[in-house]
């Protein structure tokens, strides 16, 4: 998952990927990041909320939440 010019983004993000917010026009998320990998935070980019990760975590902006390190983080995946 990618957001390379969203100014603002109201809700929760959820990626078996990564998510990487990037540099260029700032942009405000107001919610969480979730990644089975890595979550990227770029320069110019605030984050209202927190952050979890499987993998590795890159935060140049502002994050104003808590950072959190999943080594067991599966997302949509359910055991029936």
């Known amino acids: 998952m990618s957001h390379e010019s969203a100014l603002r983004v109201e809700g929760n993000s959820f990626s078996n990927n990564v998510i990487n917010i990037h540099d260029g026009i700032s942009g405000v998320q107001n919610g969480n990041l979730t990644a089975v990998n890595?979550?990227?935070l770029r320069?110019?980019?605030t984050l209202n909320g927190n952050i979890t990760y499987?993998?590795?975590v890159l935060v140049?902006?502002?994050l104003?939440?808590?950072?959190f390190?999943?080594?067991d983080l599966?997302?949509?995946i359910t055991n029936t």
């Open 38 to 40: 890595d979550v990227e």
């Open 43 to 45: 320069h110019n980019n």
């Open 54 to 56: 499987g993998k590795e």
């Open 60 to 62: 140049e902006g502002t």
């Open 64 to 67: 104003n939440g808590s950072i």
């Open 69 to 71: 390190k999943d080594n």
């Open 74 to 76: 599966r997302i949509g």
